[in-house]
């Protein structure tokens, strides 16, 4: 069991809202990355976290943001919504930053916009 | 640039043996993962490569050339709850070492 949790689990908002989706992260683990899936592909990189500052950002622009509370729980945020936002949204934390410790996700967020 | 390749479908029959296979380019290596994903569930950490050859893990077993950009992973004596898709995917080198480059996912459907 993972032990990644994240909410809510669906969500549907409209085009120009904004939305924040929240992750708690396993116990013992420091470092959070959040993933954008979109139907039939695999995740995208959005950001990682680790110890409450963003470390690390794919291909995502500015209205993408997030934060790491001191419990190292997460949150994304995106802003202005568009519908090409429409996807699952993965919240993975690790132990660590070594290259070599797996992510566990959380069973994601499903966000669709109309 | 990043690109990681895998089929989109395959089939097997349950009892049979599966190879995925996947490779990739990319702007640098520091290790390349197998997760497994049933519709509408998280994905789930299956196997880690980072060096060449074979890691076997029960049923499953992974396999790694650095040097073709090349990774399979078998499944054996395939049961019906292996029907999920399966997901390669690279860790870049770097401080930013959360980052995971995936590729699109191999649905893998098993008949009976």
């Known amino acids: 069991e993972t032990g990644v949790t994240q909410s809510p689990t669906h969500l549907i908002k409209t085009r120009g809202q904004q939305v924040t989706l929240r992750c708690s992260s396993q116990?013992?683990?420091?470092?959070v990355s959040w993933y954008q899936q979109a139907l039939g592909q695999g995740p995208q990189f959005i950001f990682q976290?680790?110890?409450?500052?963003?470390?690390g950002r794919g291909n995502f622009p500015p209205r993408f943001s997030g934060l790491q509370f001191p419990n190292y729980s997460s949150e994304l945020n995106v802003n202005a919504l568009e519908l090409d936002d429409s996807a699952l949204y993965l919240c993975?934390?690790?132990?660590?930053?070594?290259?070599?410790?797996?992510?566990?996700f959380g069973q994601g967020t499903r966000l669709t916009v109309v | 640039g990043q690109n990681i390749d895998q089929p989109t479908e395959m089939t097997a029959t349950e009892g049979a043996i599966v190879q995925i296979n996947c490779t990739y380019q990319?702007?640098?290596?520091?290790?390349l993962f197998w997760y497994q994903q049933h519709a509408g569930e998280a994905p789930t950490f299956l196997s880690y490569?980072?060096?060449?050859g074979l890691e076997e893990k029960g049923r499953f077993s992974s396999f790694l050339s650095r040097s073709k950009g090349y990774s399979y992973l078998l499944l054996k004596e395939l049961q019906m709850k292996d029907s999920a898709s399966y997901l390669c995917?690279?860790?870049?080198?770097?401080?930013?070492?959360?980052?995971?480059?995936f590729g699109q996912g191999t649905t893998l459907q098993v008949k009976p």
């Open positions: 993975a934390s690790r132990p660590g930053r070594g290259a070599n410790t797996e992510a566990f």
């Open positions: 116990s013992g683990h420091n470092t």
């Open positions: 976290y680790y110890r409450e500052e963003e470390n």
């Open positions: 990319t702007s640098g290596f520091n290790g």
């Open positions: 490569n980072v060096l060449d």
């Open positions: 995917a690279v860790r870049p080198p770097g401080r930013n070492t959360g980052k995971l480059i």
